[in-house]
């Protein structure tokens, strides 16, 4: 089945530039969605397709996907933007809708 | 305003069964696919099952195949799993999940704690 795999952790400073990645076969063929998870609260979808925002989603957060690695890119980060982060597309196999690992984002 | 409310976890021994629901609403519950997907406790995601908008086609993850069905009521706007043989690894939460215009999930539950314990 299809793998999708992503840092552990990251940090990153409040209004600084926090980029994740999600690496997997190819991944650029595909559309790749982006959630953000707070502790003890249900996934919230931040990135459709690649790249593009569902409404209510600031502009802070945009996507870009190439080759093998797909990225979301939060700019100016904020406290509020701590969480954890997980990409997910579809594909033909057994199990086809596939999430990776997850993200968790610190700011400092 | 989409809202989707899952029901029905729980703590139940291994070799039991749960019936898991989630009751929608601010959408025409009949033209989306819906999913269920589960998170073990400090776990990430994982997919476990999804139904077409008729109710006419199903998929399910090989880790619950033949345990676990899905369905879906369109006149009362809900969709359902039936999990049968549980096991201690199918503790988790299990959200309900909308799907998107393309293959992504845009709007989620709130989650319903499944608990597998002797």
């Known amino acids: 089945s299809y793998v999708l795999t992503q840092s552990p952790s990251i940090s990153v400073a409040p209004g600084q530039t926090a980029r994740i990645t999600c690496g997997g076969n190819n991944v650029g063929s595909k559309s790749v969605h982006w959630y953000q998870q707070k502790p003890g609260q249900a996934p919230v979808m931040v990135v459709y397709d690649d790249s593009d925002r569902p409404s209510g989603i600031p502009e802070r957060f945009s996507g870009s996907n190439s080759g093998n690695t797909a990225t979301l890119t939060i700019s100016r980060v904020e406290a509020g933007d701590e969480a954890d982060y997980y990409c997910q597309v579809w594909d033909s196999s057994s199990d086809p809708w596939v999430f990776g690992g997850g993200t968790k984002l610190t700011v400092l | 305003e989409v809202q989707l409310l899952e029901s029905g976890g729980g703590l139940v021994q291994p070799g039991g069964s749960l019936r898991l629901s989630c009751a929608t609403s601010?959408?025409?519950?009949?033209?989306?696919?819906m999913s269920w997907v589960r998170q073990a406790p400090g776990k990430g995601l994982k997919w476990v099952s999804a139904?077409?908008?008729?109710?006419?086609?199903?998929y399910y993850a090989d880790s619950v195949k033949g345990r676990f069905t899905i369905s879906r009521d369109n006149s009362k706007n809900t969709l359902y799993l039936q999990m049968n043989s549980l096991r201690v690894e199918d503790t988790a939460i299990y959200y309900c999940?909308?799907?998107?215009?393309?293959?992504?999930?845009?709007?989620w539950g709130q989650g319903t704690l499944v608990t597998v314990s002797s």
């Open positions: 139904i077409v908008g008729s109710g006419g086609s199903t």
């Open positions: 601010g959408f025409t519950f009949s033209d989306y696919a």
């Open positions: 999940a909308k799907a998107g215009h393309t293959d992504g999930f845009d709007y």
